[in-house]
């Protein structure tokens, strides 16, 4: 059972416009979520994380938008730089303390075009 | 800060034998480390959770005879993947969280291991 979906597995974007990746979810237990950017070959890097009691954070380029009760989150990146060509992970947390966890979708590949 | 390091970066060994594969927290105690492991173009799969002392918890259909975790100290856990097979072959990540986080994990490099 995916509890993280991120239904596109690829996206691709001309240098300078908004990129826009995309994430639904289904527990309604989950009470944070973070984006992490990850190469090949590579951990994944965090990126920006919301907390389920806000509706959007901003960091930079970055900003992440959470629909509670569409369950669905999305990330923003503006201006998209050939730097952010890399997969996209959304994730979401579960559990407190020593149990917290986290459940990751499948990933966007994201191209930056110049 | 908070730099997680993995050793080796890419192992290959042969069918039958065992691997460690070492994560290290370098600049933060790590009371928490996960080990995930991720199949091509998939999701990252938690394996299993280790909390410094104690034993792991490892996740539903994952065998812990078969990945054998230890925590020994806060700044290094291991993964020994026994017995390999080739359909052990795969990208495993550690990550790690310190005491007090919330949320937070901070990821190694990744081993990527191939059996022969």
């Known amino acids: 059972d995916q509890q993280v979906k991120q239904n596109s597995p690829s996206l691709s974007v001309q240098e300078g416009r908004i990129s826009i990746l995309n994430c639904d979810y289904t527990?309604?237990?989950?009470?944070?979520f973070l984006w992490y950017k990850k190469y090949p070959a590579e951990g994944p890097t965090f990126l920006i994380s919301i907390s389920s009691i806000k509706d959007k954070n901003e960091d930079g380029r970055f900003t992440v938008f959470l629909n509670k009760s569409a369950k669905h989150l999305s990330l923003h990146i503006v201006p998209s730089q050939p730097g952010d060509s890399a997969v996209y992970f959304c994730a979401a947390s579960l559990g407190g303390g020593g149990a917290q966890k986290l459940v990751f979708g499948q990933g966007t590949r994201l191209t930056i075009n110049p | 800060g908070a730099v997680v390091s993995q050793h080796p970066s890419r192992v290959i060994c042969k069918s039958g034998t065992s691997v460690k594969i070492e994560c290290r927290s370098l600049?933060?105690?790590?009371?928490?480390m996960f080990w995930y492991r991720q199949f091509p173009k998939k999701s990252l799969m938690l394996m299993a959770t280790s909390n410094e002392g104690s034993k792991a918890t490892y996740e539903q259909g994952v065998e812990k005879d078969k990945f054998l975790i230890n925590h020994a100290s806060l700044t290094l856990s291991t993964l020994t993947v026994t017995s390999a097979h080739p359909e052990d072959s795969s990208f495993y990540i550690c990550?790690?969280?310190?005491?007090?986080?919330?949320?937070?994990?901070?990821f190694g490099p990744g081993t990527r291991l191939t059996v022969t």
């Open positions: 527990n309604s237990m989950f009470d944070y």
């Open positions: 600049d933060f105690q790590a009371t928490t």
């Open positions: 990550s790690a969280r310190g005491a007090g986080w919330t949320y937070e994990q901070y």
